[in-house]
């Protein structure tokens, strides 16, 4: 753009609303991104317990970070946060509210999760018909471990076969 200065509006996703409900790295990145597109982020968690990345400062699992849970920080870049119950009827109730004003909704969450919370594509798209519904998985949607968890990292080095030739032969 050379001297020119962007604006917030010239950014690609600027005046589209996602809705993030997903943990740990991998999807919330994703919404990151989304945000400094200039999309408008509302990432919504658990009233209590919140995305489980909070939990890591306190675990001790970043020593050193003195309090501050950098994970969480760069997470929650660009987003807005609330604190919804989905297993409430008023929780729903609000997420049904921001699912009908949203652009793209975008979880990492299990299909069982995913079934049991009322979010999928099926449920979501009856409130919202062009609601464009994006998914996360460590282990692809189809085939026989679609149902199972995974963090993206683990799950790449596992499944593409690269942690076996890493690992000394025996071990």
Known sequence: FGD?????????????RVLDISSFIAAPAAAVVLGDWGADVIKIEHPVRGDPMRGLVTS?????ARGVNFFVE???????SIGVDLNRPEGHAVLDRLVRSADIFLTNFLPEA?????IT???????N???????????GQKGPD???????????????GVADRLTTPGQ
């Open 74 to 80: 760069q997470l929650s870049r660009n987003k807005r």
């Open 146 to 160: 679609a149902n199972r968890g995974g963090y993206d990292g683990c799950s790449f080095w596992a499944r593409g």
């Open 129 to 139: 018909p062009r609601l464009i519904y994006a998914k996360g998985h460590g282990q």
């Open 114 to 118: 995913r079934e049991r919370l009322r």
């Open 4 to 16: 020119q200065q962007m604006t917030e509006s010239d950014l690609p996703m600027a005046g589209l």
């Open 121 to 127: 594509y099926e449920d979501l798209r009856q409130l």
């Open 60 to 64: 001790g699992l970043v020593p050193g």
